[in-house]
């Protein structure tokens, strides 16, 4: 029985050993095809979203490197990404800041098809002095990269210094609504040294987009002319509230430039005077507050309804040029290749001393498995 016994676990072993081989050659292989597809990530995670052209020039010796995307993909709003409030949350969202009829609401962010839609609906008043009369009568939608929640650790879901952000967006068409796309400092302080207007239109002129730079404390502003021919800078004079467009703001150290679908339409050159604080994203709609009253065109039906519609929000920023996306794939198929012959190598080696040592028990007159 000893020689049988000896020949049953010298089987084993040689099994033991084809079964780690096999183990090895498989997990290089799978190393090996993860290397080649994390080596190319990088440049699959910074190609345009569907729909976007992309950025503009990068500044020089940079590439663009998305920072920042959402696409509404899903069924509901990713609580991960946006906020459906302003950073002054303490639990139940925020009310108007501009002395509006609004109050946000989460439910006011609808997500469907591919679009979030921020709708204005008439609301029963609620006493809040924020609101104009003391009363928030409206409640209606909002996107930010705040914080959830003031109050407790939450920290800012997205901020960022310099770079380009963007969003595509069909503007309201109702007097008495504004939309707005727009950056604020993401200061915990609440310390708004500075804001930029990316884009946003009244509802009786969705012709007009206001693009403004707010700094100096907010003292001083940069706007384009609002003349007959040049409402929009060296952008289109049309309808914005009859499609979607993209609306952009490049924001670098030396100037901010702000883009519709692409085109450059105003810049900001006065690098002294650029904000250098990192920013958060606000998307909004807004009801009857200041501005549209100032400028004699306040909700004339206090039971009309809006929605600014949000196809996508992306944000890229520059990165100093480094290896190539092609030299990074190939340097890390290199290494895989290196790694699947080395073990090669040593499995060659291993099943050579198995070799030897069966011959060696058999000239010894053992019994080996065959």
Known sequence: MRPLARQAGTLTRYRRLVSQLALLVGVCLVTLHGSYLSAGSSTLADDPPPGLSGPPTAPPDTTWRRAFFEDFDGTGLDRFKLSPCFDWNTGDCTSSFNRGREAYRPEQVIVGGGVAQLKAQPAKPTPNPACLGGNCSYHSGMLSTARPNSTDDSVYLFQYRYGYAEARMRMPSTQGFLGAFWLIPADPSYHYDAEIDVAEALG?????????????????????????????????????????????????PDHIAWYI??????????????????????????????????????????????????????????????????????????????????????????FSLSRRSRRSRRSRGGTAAG
Request: net charge negative; aromatic share 8%; glycine share 6%.
């Open 204 to 252: 009786h002129d969705p012709r007009t987009i206001h693009m403004t730079y707010h700094y100096d404390q907010r003292t001083r502003e940069l706007t384009q002319p609002l003349l007959p021919d040049q409402r929009n800078g060296s952008c289109p004079d049309l309808d914005y509230s009859a499609d979607y467009h993209r609306y952009g703001v490049d924001w670098e």
């Open 261 to 350: 679908d692409g085109r450059k339409c105003l810049e900001f050159k006065d690098q002294k005077a650029i904000t250098n604080h990192p920013m958060q994203l606000v998307v909004n709609l807004m009801v009857d507050p200041d501005w549209v009253r100032q400028v004699a065109a306040p909700l004339a039906d206090p039971a009309a309804t809006d929605e600014l519609d949000v196809d996508y929000l992306v944000v890229y920023q520059p990165q100093h040029d480094g290896p190539s996306p092609t030299a990074g794939r190939a340097a890390a198929i290199g290494l895989g290749t290196a790694g699947c012959a080395l073990a090669a190598a040593a499995g060659s080696i291993a």
